[in-house]
C-alpha cells in the first residue's frame, strides 16, 4: 500500500463522500458511490497516461507535495458536469429493476461525481478551469495551509464511514475491514501530502495511481457486499 503516497490529493476526502452517499441509498453497493465520487481522477489518470492532460512535478514538489495539472477534459467545470450526467444516465439504466427508485439513485451518482468537483475546486490552487483548455481558473488553494485542508479531509472520511457504517447490513468483519481500507487511505493521503518523496516521473505517478483507485474501488465495493445476498428491492 506504500504506492499510495504518490496517489492524488484529497483521495480520501471523495471516498469519504461516496460513504456518505452509500448511507442515503442502501440499495446500491456503496462501492458504486466511491467510484463515482473517484472517476474525476480516474479519467485524470487514464487521460495522462493517453496524453490527453498533463501533470508536471514543479522543483518545490519535494516541499509543496503538489503537482501542477493541465486537465481541462476530467477536472474542467463543464467537463465535470458532462461526466456527472454520464454517469447518472448509466446508473439510471443500469437500475432498471428498481422502478422509480433509478431516479433518485441516478441523481445521487451523479451527485458523487460532482462533488469531486467541488472538493478540488476548495483545495486546489486556482488551476481548475471552467471549460476549455485557456479558460479561466478557479481554486480556494486551501492546501496551502495543509493542517487545516488535512483536518477538512480526515473529517469527511470520519463523518462519511460513520455514516454509511451506522445500520448497514455488513457482518461485523467486514464493517472492520472496510473502515481499515478508509483509515489506511486516509493515512497514506496525508503522507503523500506532507512527507513523501516525489514519484520518479509523472507517467510512473499517473500509472500507479490509476492501479490504485481500481483497486481501492474494487475493494470497497467487494467489502460492502451484504449479508443475505443481493441488495432488497425496497428502501431499508
Given at each position: 500500500m506504500a504506492i499510495l503516497e504518490k496517489e492524488s490529493p484529497m483521495f480520501a476526502g471523495h471516498m469519504g463522500v461516496g460513504l456518505a452517499l452509500g448511507r442515503a441509498e442502501r440499495r446500491v453497493n456503496v462501492g458504486v458511490f466511491i467510484a463515482a465520487g473517484l472517476l474525476l481522477d480516474l479519467l485524470l489518470w487514464l487521460f495522462v497516461l493517453l496524453g490527453w492532460e498533463t501533470v508536471t512535478l514543479p522543483a518545490d514538489f519535494a516541499r509543496t507535495h503538489q503537482p501542477e495539472f493541465i486537465f481541462p477534459y476530467s477536472h474542467g467545470l463543464l467537463?465535470?458536469?458532462?461526466?456527472?450526467?454520464?454517469?447518472?444516465a448509466a446508473a439510471f439504466a443500469a437500475y432498471g429493476r428498481l422502478g422509480a427508485a433509478r431516479?433518485?439513485?441516478?441523481?445521487?451518482?451523479?451527485?458523487?461525481?460532482?462533488?469531486?468537483w467541488l472538493l478540488d475546486a476548495l483545495v486546489h490552487r486556482p488551476e481548475m478551469?471552467?471549460?476549455?483548455p485557456g479558460s479561466a481558473t478557479v481554486g480556494g488553494g486551501l492546501w496551502q495551509?495543509?493542517?487545516?485542508?488535512?483536518a477538512?479531509?480526515?473529517?469527511?472520511?470520519v463523518v462519511g464511514l460513520g455514516l454509511f457504517l451506522r445500520g448497514c447490513?455488513?457482518?461485523r468483519r467486514?464493517?472492520?475491514a472496510l473502515a481499515m481500507l478508509s483509515l489506511i487511505v486516509l493515512a497514506f493521503t496525508v503522507v503523500g501530502m506532507t512527507m513523501a518523496p516525489p514519484p520518479p516521473s509523472a507517467q510512473a505517478m499517473a500509472a500507479s495511481s490509476l492501479a490504485v483507485l481500481v483497486l481501492v474501488c474494487a475493494l470497497a465495493g467487494w467489502l460492502a457486499?451484504?449479508?443475505?445476498?443481493?441488495?432488497?428491492?425496497?428502501?431499508?
Open positions: 467537463a465535470a458536469v458532462g461526466w456527472s450526467a454520464l454517469a447518472g431516479m433518485r439513485i441516478a441523481s445521487l451518482v451523479a451527485a458523487a461525481v460532482f462533488s469531486h478551469p471552467l471549460a476549455s495551509n495543509m493542517p487545516i485542508a488535512m477538512v479531509e480526515a473529517a469527511i472520511v447490513r455488513l457482518s467486514k464493517r472492520a457486499r451484504p449479508l443475505g445476498g443481493p441488495w432488497p428491492t425496497t428502501r431499508r
